[in-house]
């Protein structure tokens, strides 16, 4: 069974800085995708950025980042120019890319971000 | 565009009284999902539904059943609450293997 873990439960970053929150997995497949999903304390879970496995190329959105590390199983996450509103829970997930095994996402346990005016 | 729908938002309960939660998506996706959310665990999958008809156990199960009734409609029933199940809960569906999860708003459940 693949698991996603977050080591840090809680960090914090002064307002305009840059932020890196870590995520690590275990799986045996070659083929997945994995997310980092936000969730602000109205408790509606946003996706931040989706990274598929088989391209080597990190993703970007606009301020958000990853660093995808496959051979390490490691899928960081870089937010630039902190904001206020990127104060919020920050989940990291994995999705099997194979029949019978993509229903299945599983989510880490989560890293809070305090963001510092 | 409403997106996944699910109710009620907040609900309380007292130990042994049975409720369902509804959740409808308006986004034509085959994948639904009934996750629980408790602090420090993250989100845990109790129940899924890979397309009409079929549903399948995940990471916690029990306790917990779930009814497919159309593509549209997942819904997640506590037959006997019990304080454990204490939680936030969260509907999603997804469009194939690629697709990112789409959630709803959240149901707070407490029971007593």
């Known amino acids: 069974a693949q698991t996603v873990t977050q080591s840090q439960p809680e960090m914090s970053v002064q307002e305009a800085e840059t932020v890196t929150l870590s995520c690590t997995y275990d799986t045996s497949e070659s083929d997945y995708y994995l997310f980092w999903y936000k969730q602000p304390p109205s408790r509606q879970m946003i996706l931040v950025i989706r990274q598929e496995a088989y391209k080597q190329q990190n993703a970007t959105e606009n301020r958000f980042s990853v660093n995808f590390q496959k051979a390490a199983k490691s899928f960081s996450l870089k937010i630039s120019d902190s904001q206020l509103g990127d104060a919020a829970m920050y989940f990291c997930a994995y999705r099997s890319a194979y029949s019978g095994g993509y229903q299945k996402v599983t989510f880490g346990t989560g890293t809070k971000l305090q963001v510092i005016p | 565009n409403a997106g996944v729908t699910q109710t009620p938002k907040f609900q309380v309960l007292k130990t042994g009284q049975s409720m369902t939660l509804q959740c409808a998506q308006d986004?034509?996706?085959?994948?639904m999902y009934w996750y629980r959310q408790d602090p420090g665990m993250g989100l845990r999958l109790i129940y899924y539904?890979?397309?009409?008809?079929?549903?399948d156990k995940g990471e916690v199960p029990n306790g917990y059943n779930v009814s497919r009734l159309n593509k549209r409609e997942f819904s997640l029933r506590l037959e006997s609450a019990a304080p454990s199940q204490t939680s936030v809960y969260f509907c999603?569906?997804?469009?194939?293997?690629?697709?990112?999860?789409?959630f709803g708003e959240g149901s707070r459940l407490t029971v007593l």
């Open positions: 986004m034509n996706h085959n994948s």
């Open positions: 999603a569906s997804s469009q194939g293997p690629s697709g990112e999860l789409f």
């Open positions: 539904s890979a397309s009409e008809g079929t549903t």
